[in-house]
């Protein structure tokens, strides 16, 4: 019998519509996701603390680091005027919260890795990704700040990709009171 996967769990923060809520959220060393009831979705809450209890009722073990936020706000008004320019960290941001909520949520989504479009999607994140300051530290000292130029097929992808991920996010989700 295989090893089963070690998971460390975890609150996730997340601004939308201008309103913080946080969920939970889990990493191993094959994959990361958000968590998800029997039925699927997503519960959120309000606060941290009514997700730790939450968590805790489920008995599921947090480990102690509190969530950073991820803004989606900025996201959402991008993909209402994608001629706009594109911030790369908050789209990659973006763009890896709907992985993990498309991995919970057992849903098929454009922005995951897989065989299809393969290059063409890791071409488009490798530009997001090195877009960033994080992407910027993997540089040789003294390279200059990367600035992508966007083609219009890329920009159509981005925001596919995103309005795909908001959309399987925002059907999985359930306030808990």
């Given amino acids: 019998m295989a090893e089963q996967e070690k998971k460390k769990f975890y609150v996730a ?10 969920f939970l959220w889990w990493t191993s060393d094959v994959t990361d996701a958000a968590w998800t009831a029997n039925d699927g979705r997503i519960p959120v809450f309000e606060t941290e603390s009514n997700a730790r209890i939450f968590a805790q009722q489920q008995e599921i073990s947090l480990e102690e ?9 900025v996201t959402k008004r991008w993909l209402k005027d ?13 763009w890896n919260f709907f992985v993990d909520a498309a991995e919970g949520t057992g849903r098929r989504f454009a922005g995951q890795r897989g065989s299809k479009r393969k290059a063409w999607r890791g071409r488009i994140y490798d530009k997001l990704f090195f877009g ?6 993997l540089a040789p000292p003294g390279t200059s700040a990367y600035h992508p130029t966007w083609n219009k097929d890329e920009r159509k992808f981005i925001a ?17 009171t």
């Fill in 65 to 73: 680091e509190g969530p950073a936020p991820q803004n989606l706000d």
């Fill in 13 to 22: 923060w997340y601004r939308l519509d201008g309103q913080d809520r946080y």
């Fill in 160 to 176: 596919k990709v995103l309005t795909q991920g908001m959309n399987i996010f925002c059907h999985h989700v359930y306030q808990v």
């Fill in 132 to 137: 960033t300051s994080t992407g910027m530290l």
């Fill in 82 to 94: 994608t001629r706009k320019p594109i911030d790369c960290e908050a789209c990659l941001v973006a």
